[in-house]
């Protein structure tokens, strides 16, 4: 059984920073891509970032590029999100992603997902 489990989210103050982290288990975890997509209440699910399962592959939404940095260690099976310069649209409910169709953009180019964490950021 395949499960992604986030971790890290909470609330912060504008500035700020967070760590999110996501750890799978029951799925083969090279080869994989993981991403990361936010949900801010009332929204469509967003994409944020995503990484190859090299790791050398990173994609970002131009909202957080320069602000987050996605990684993963794939002797953990686990990735993670630094974000820093937090901003209050900042705020949602981020979900972990994996999957098999490269470093896709949209929900559906990816086949597993976790619960979400949610992140608050305060003005």
């Known amino acids: 059984q395949v499960q992604l489990v986030e971790s890290g989210g909470g609330l912060v103050q504008a500035g700020g920073s967070l760590i999110l982290s996501c750890a799978s288990s029951g799925v083969t975890f090279s080869g994989i891509t993981m991403g990361w997509f936010r949900q801010a209440p009332g929204k469509e699910r967003e994409f944020v970032a995503a990484?190859?399962?090299?790791?050398?592959?990173?994609e970002y939404a131009d909202s957080v590029k320069g602000r987050f940095t996605i990684s993963r260690d794939n002797a953990k099976n686990t990735e993670y999100l630094q974000m820093n310069s937090l901003k209050p649209e900042d705020t949602g409910v981020y979900y972990c992603?994996?999957?098999?169709?490269?470093?896709?953009?949209?929900?559906?180019?990816?086949?597993?997902w976790g619960q979400g964490t949610q992140v608050t950021v305060s003005a």
């Open positions: 990484i190859s399962w090299t790791g050398v592959g990173k």
């Open positions: 992603a994996a999957g098999y169709g490269g470093l896709g953009v949209a929900t559906h180019d990816y086949h597993y």
